[in-house]
């Protein structure tokens, strides 16, 4: 399969991006959109994009079929790790899932397409519609693609015409669903644009975000500062920091017969995307006083990341990232040489996967890439005064608990600042209808006009 070179990112490496290049990819955008895309009907979009969607979970459609074969070159994660994020996106996007996010969002389905009202606002004789951008420019951060392939879905719902600055090397699988939207409808694929160039490229950047109506970005909290002085005032900007979450299991739990299970979702969210994003665990805290304690739990969880290895192997890492984790491994491997208040599990003769137990609650910054730490707490009330150095940084907990004892444990984490709590193994799976960094991800975009009747 060759792609077609219909994006800046299909170019070959070599070639060199000019500001002339992207003001006339901003300008031809513009007039697609007004051309293509600016009077589709929402029913329609969401029949294109679901069927989209559905074509990616075919294990013949020639798009997945070349990224799980070229994608481990170019992403770093195996095919096997692929197969499984890919999926567990594409089933996400589904008419009804997409229908719900209107209706989440927006308070009505037809929002977008024409004044629409709810029952309460009936009564009140009112009624409102919600507007798009013209034009997104979308700037990525990071290797997980379900950010990026979100943004795009989102941007054309509101019939806006999108340019994706990807990050430098992580264009690939971004490009790829980029071009099964345009195979699928090449006029809508023409309102979209692909490309990449490194970060903080100020002759580029420039020229973009003055076409821009909105800015989309994700990255470090430090890129989003330096991002937004750049953005116009005119444009709408929305940045999305860094975040970081972690697990927590009751001793509740893991009292019946389920250790086991609860051990293998933990595994599930540490593998998954190999631990590269924002709603990945950094640390496990386990709670005392169930069956298991907290570094059993650790020695089990070493002992399903190896088999998991052998089933979705975590793949090649850049060397100054194995390093990292060797010179980790190193620094724990004396510590628990000379504390009992220390354990390590290993994969041997490689950094395939790392467990790292330790007395000490604190949280702790994993290296990723399949390196957890596990830590005992006496109750969440412990775990959250350890991990005060990190409020209004965490993105998700994932909990494994009781039913009754779940919704007051659910309020704490909320008062405490935790944006999404979900089951423990589906950290990294998130609802499309899912609020990012608990804002409404197609709220954000729209501007409204309300009608008084």
């Known amino acids: ?14 070639a060199t991006l000019s500001q002339a290049m992207i003001e006339e990819a901003c300008q031809t955008l513009k007039r697609n959109r007004e051309q293509y895309l600016a009077n589709r009907t929402t029913p329609s979009l969401i029949r294109l994009i679901s069927g989209v969607a559905e074509n990616w979970l075919e294990p013949d459609y020639p798009f997945r079929k ?7 070159r170019a992403t770093g994660f195996s095919a096997a ?25 927006l308070g009505h389905t037809q929002r977008l397409d024409a004044p629409s009202a709810t029952t309460t606002e009936q009564k009140g004789l009112r009624a409102a519609l919600a507007n798009g951008p013209e034009f997104i420019a979308h700037i990525t951060g990071g290797r997980i693609p379900n950010p990026v392939f979100i943004s795009i879905i989102l941007g054309v719902l509101v019939r806006s015409a999108q340019f994706v600055k990807c990050a430098s ?38 020229v973009l975000f003055h076409e821009a109506d909105c800015v989309t970005a994700t990255g470090s909290d430090e890129t989003l500062a330096e991002i937004r002085k750049h ?29 086991k299970k609860i051990v293998a979702r933990a595994a599930t969210d540490v593998v998954a995307w190999n631990q590269l994003g924002c709603l990945s665990p950094h640390v496990i805290y386990v709670e005392n006083g169930g069956g298991v304690t907290a570094d059993q739990f650790a020695e089990m969880l070493g002992e ?69 730490y596990v830590k005992g707490v006496t109750s969440l009330t412990e775990a959250l005064q350890n991990a005060d150095s990190i409020r209004g940084k965490v ?58 009747q």
């Open 1 to 14: 399969m060759n792609l077609p070179n219909y994006f800046l990112a299909d170019l070959p490496p070599e």
């Open 81 to 105: 790790t692929l197969t499984v994020g890919l999926d567990n996106f594409f089933k996400q996007v589904t008419a009804e899932n997409l229908n719900a996010l209107l209706v989440q969002e």
């Open 231 to 259: 953005v116009p005032i005119k444009a709408r900007f929305l940045g999305y920091g860094h975040r970081v979450s972690f697990g927590y299991v009751t001793h509740d739990a893991l009292a019946g017969f389920s250790p």
């Open 304 to 372: 399903e990341l190896a088999r998991r290895e052998q089933l979705e192997p975590r793949g090649e890492l850049p060397p100054e990232s194995a390093a990292v984790i060797a010179s980790k491994r190193a620094f724990y491997e004396i510590r628990a040489a000379h504390s009992p208040e220390t354990r390590h599990w290993a994969s041997e003769n490689s950094t395939a996967w790392t467990v790292i137990y330790e007395a000490d609650p604190r949280f702790q910054l994993s290296c990723l890439n399949r390196f957890i």
């Open 66 to 72: 070349f990224a799980l074969e070229h994608g481990p």
């Open 395 to 452: 993105s998700t907990v994932g909990l494994a608990g009781t039913e009754e004892k779940l919704p007051e444990m659910v309020a704490q984490l909320s008062r405490w600042g935790a944006t999404r709590v979900c089951p423990l193994g589906q950290m990294q799976n998130p609802p499309l209808l899912w609020r990012h960094d608990g804002r409404p991800a197609l709220g954000d975009l729209v501007t409204w006009t309300d009608w008084e």
């Open 169 to 206: 090397g992580t264009s690939f699988l971004p490009r790829l669903f980029a071009h099964s939207l345009y195979d699928a409808d090449p006029k809508l694929g023409a309102c979209l644009e692909i490309a990449e160039w490194r970060g903080g490229t100020a002759h580029l950047e420039k």
